[in-house]
């Protein structure tokens, strides 16, 4: 595995400068839709060369997790394509995944404030209860068989472009991961439907998923995580690892620093080499400043070196040597 700095491309400066503080060679990058074109890209990827950054993961909100492809509206065929243009141009680059979210209200969350663990900082809370009390975010009503149906369809357009591309697709599960949250049917909620979904594609290698530790976490209903680690290893599913804890499952919890939620994350460390994941891996959400709401430089510094240091052990236990250890 590799650590990656995931950040923004508008923000791309300082962010590339805190990566290389860290010792982190690796990037994930977010693109705005301004920044999506061979321009935007091709600047990116020079500021990177500057910092001696290598970028291997990418992908854009307004089209991962586009609500026209999602709905499967009318105007799909026009999103479906810019999706594709944003895969060729990532395939130009030699950038070889693109990020894909079937959440066409991003991650739910009740919203960010302190919590028993955020250190007097800001954290992401979610609270079932009042998910549950909010109106539909469903406006068209689509079913769980026509959210399926038109993943099918993105697949069939998306897929030959990939291939030709070289680009992997890796797929995030719907957070937080529930059958169905504020009316919208969930595509991703457990290890079942990741399993249908690489059905669909044929099991084309070119289909993988982002490991999103922090789901499994929010709902053990989700599967069994190191079980779950083990298969989607052996079939080289898992793309991109997003290494989070949580304080406790649903119906509550808040976002935590890896050593103060309820999951060992050290044994989801040594499960994940021992398995001989190939991931990239990532810190996935750091603490939020209480008088800003901007996520802290501190806390993603510490979070990552807390990261570098669980791999690095745990490929010093499983026999692993020399340069790029713990990198």
Excluded at 107 to 135: D, Y
Excluded at 241 to 251: D, I, M, Y
């Amino acid at each position: 595995m590799r650590v990656i700095s995931e950040i923004f491309s508008q923000n791309r400066i300082p962010a590339m400068r805190l990566a290389r503080e860290m010792g982190v060679s690796h990037l994930g990058v977010t693109f705005s839709p301004e920044d999506t074109c061979e321009r935007g890209v091709q600047e990116v990827l020079q500021a990177a060369g500057e910092y001696q950054l290598t970028v291997v993961e990418a992908g854009s909100p307004k089209l991962q997790k586009c609500p026209s492809i999602i709905w499967g509206r009318e105007d799909r065929d026009k999103w479906i394509h810019a999706y594709n243009e944003f895969t060729r141009v990532l395939g130009i680059a030699g950038i070889p995944v693109n990020y894909l979210a079937w959440q066409p209200n991003g991650m739910l969350r009740s919203g960010i404030g302190p919590g028993q663990h955020s250190h007097g900082m800001h954290t992401f809370l979610c609270n079932l209860t009042e998910l549950e009390a909010r109106p539909s975010l469903n406006p068209d009503q689509v079913t769980d068989a026509a959210l399926w149906d038109n993943f099918r369809y993105f697949l069939e357009k998306a897929l030959p472009v990939c291939e030709r591309e070289k680009v992997r697709l890796a797929l995030h599960p719907n957070d937080p991961p529930l059958a169905n949250v504020c009316g919208i049917p969930s595509l991703i909620w457990n290890t079942g439907c990741y399993r249908k979904a690489f059905a669909l594609a044929g099991d084309s290698p070119y289909l993988g998923m982002k490991l999103c530790i922090g789901c499994w976490l929010e709902n053990p209903a989700f599967g069994n995580l190191l079980e779950d680690i083990e298969e989607f290893c052996r079939k080289d599913k898992i793309i991109t690892v997003h290494f989070r804890n949580v304080s406790s499952p649903l119906p509550q919890f808040e976002e935590t620093l890896a050593e103060d939620g309820y999951a060992d994350m050290i044994a989801i460390m040594r499960q994940l080499v021992r398995c001989g994941c190939r991931a990239n891996i990532s810190i996935d959400h750091a603490l939020f400043h209480p008088e800003t709401g901007r996520m802290s430089e501190t806390s993603c510094a510490y979070m990552t070196g807390y990261l570098k240091g669980l791999l690095h052990s745990a490929q010093a236990e499983a026999g692993f040597s020399g340069e790029g250890v713990g990198r």
